[in-house]
């Protein structure tokens, strides 16, 4: 799987949860996971793995599987150019009834 960051630039927007989006917090966007929703991401060339929450839909590149907050991405130690391979495991899937998802 491929992961990239989301842009610093959408501090404070609102994403598709209805959750503003912080850079600084550990979250991501996935395609198909209910919000809430807990990932463990791994980079497999690190070893480093960070937990992150889903709170928005992306990545809009077909070829990139989530896209992770700066902060998830600097902890896991990413590439400078924003793309890295990755392993991600599904820790705790949002119960329906805490899911805006439509």
Do not use: C
């Not at 996971?33 to 070893?47: A, M």
């Not at 937990?51 to 992306?58: A, L, P, S, W």
Request: charged content about 40%; aromatic content about 6%.
């Amino acid at each position: 799987m491929k992961a990239t960051f989301f842009g610093e630039g959408l501090a404070g927007e609102e994403t598709a949860s209805g959750e503003k989006f912080d850079p600084k917090e550990y979250v991501a966007a996935h395609r198909e996971l209910p919000f809430g929703t807990r990932v463990k991401v791994t980079n497999p060339e690190t070893g480093k793995s960070v937990e992150v929450r889903v709170i928005d839909r992306g990545p809009k590149d077909k070829d990139r599987d989530i896209d992770i907050s700066k902060s998830a991405a600097k902890a896991l130690g990413m590439k400078e150019d924003g793309v890295q391979e990755v392993w991600v495991d599904k820790i705790e899937e949002a119960p329906k009834s805490a899911s805006k998802d439509n």
